[in-house]
């Protein structure tokens, strides 16, 4: 059984629409993927009706933005309740402050390379959860740069002059949250340096206290150092890992399946979910 347990849709930040990531995930022998969306569960209702089709399992997740230390976290939630409103409200919230900090990047920069508001809102799908990959395709349509990966690399990595951090929950009260509403915590590529800044060691072992169910470890971001110490804190904290592709379609070179969890693992988050699984497929 081959299983993604961190996949994106044009709900959010893919490229795809969820029944096409489900229809890729098909193609690419996938048996069970998390459609795992940033601060919404929009996805959910048409990769699972998709999943049913075609005979794909989709595990409903969803990306949760986080902020400690100055550094962003994304805390990966499975199977909790959507409408359960202390999550729902922080979700919505993660939501807003996209919108507000993709508009003040979009000023900045404007004034440099000519992009406006609508060039971005011409990137984004009805609904969808606005962020930087949609300021990156605006980058790419006017010519700026050649692909989203190039315009991270230049004009909107957290070091840029044309950043702006956004307001987002602690990730030892997003744990609580969401465990709260029934859902499994995994912390999304947690030492990727490659990414940028990460938290201590000390943030994860209090995300553990607080209810952190996992680590995602293979991921593309890891370098193997960075795999041999998540694995070996997740055996000192008693959490199970996890391995996935981050796909978002077009957007970035990740690949479905690339990196995939042990069915053993899905077992165990799913013993852990505080409602039935509603598995698609």
């Known amino acids: 059984m081959r299983i993604d ?4 849709s044009s709900a959010s930040d893919g490229t795809q629409p969820p029944a096409e990531v489900v229809a890729s ?32 399992r989709v595990l409903p997740g969803t990306e949760i933005s986080c902020r400690i230390e100055g550094r962003s976290v994304h805390l990966l939630s499975y199977l ?5 409103p202390v999550l729902a409200e922080t979700m919505l919230d993660g939501r807003s402050s996209r919108v507000q900090r993709a508009r003040l990047m979009t000023e900045r920069l404007g004034s440099e390379v000519g992009i406006t508001w609508d060039d971005v809102l011409a990137q984004v799908s009805d609904g969808a959860t606005i962020g930087r990959p949609h300021i990156a395709d605006a980058l790419v349509a006017a010519g700026v740069v050649p692909d989203r990966q ?14 702006v951090p956004h307001p987002a929950p602690d990730p030892i009260e ?17 030492l990727a340096t490659a990414r940028g800044c990460v938290v201590s060691i000390p943030v994860i072992e209090a995300m553990a206290e607080a209810g952190l169910a996992g680590l995602e470890v293979e991921h593309r971001d890891h370098a193997d150092s960075e795999r041999r110490t998540l694995h070996d804190l ?7 890992t996890t391995g996935a592709s981050d796909y978002h379609g077009a957007g ?20 852990q979910a505080g409602q039935p699984a509603p598995l698609g497929g």
Do not use: C, Y
């Open 80 to 84: 909790h309740d959507p409408a359960e």
């Open 150 to 163: 190039t315009a991270f690399e230049t004009w909107l990595h957290a070091g840029s002059r044309f950043f």
């Open 5 to 8: 347990l961190h996949t994106h």
């Open 252 to 271: 970035k070179p990740n690949r479905l399946g690339e990196h995939t969890t042990d069915p053993e693992v899905l077992e165990r988050l799913v013993g």
């Open 174 to 190: 997003a744990v609580r949250m969401v465990r709260a509403a029934g859902g499994v915590p995994v912390f999304a590529h947690p």
């Open 25 to 56: 995930a098909a193609q690419a022998g996938l048996d069970v993927i998390a459609l795992t969306d940033h601060d919404t569960t929009a996805g959910w209702t048409e990769a699972m009706a998709a999943g049913e089709r075609l005979g794909v």
């Open 234 to 240: 997740a055996r000192q904290l008693g959490l199970f």
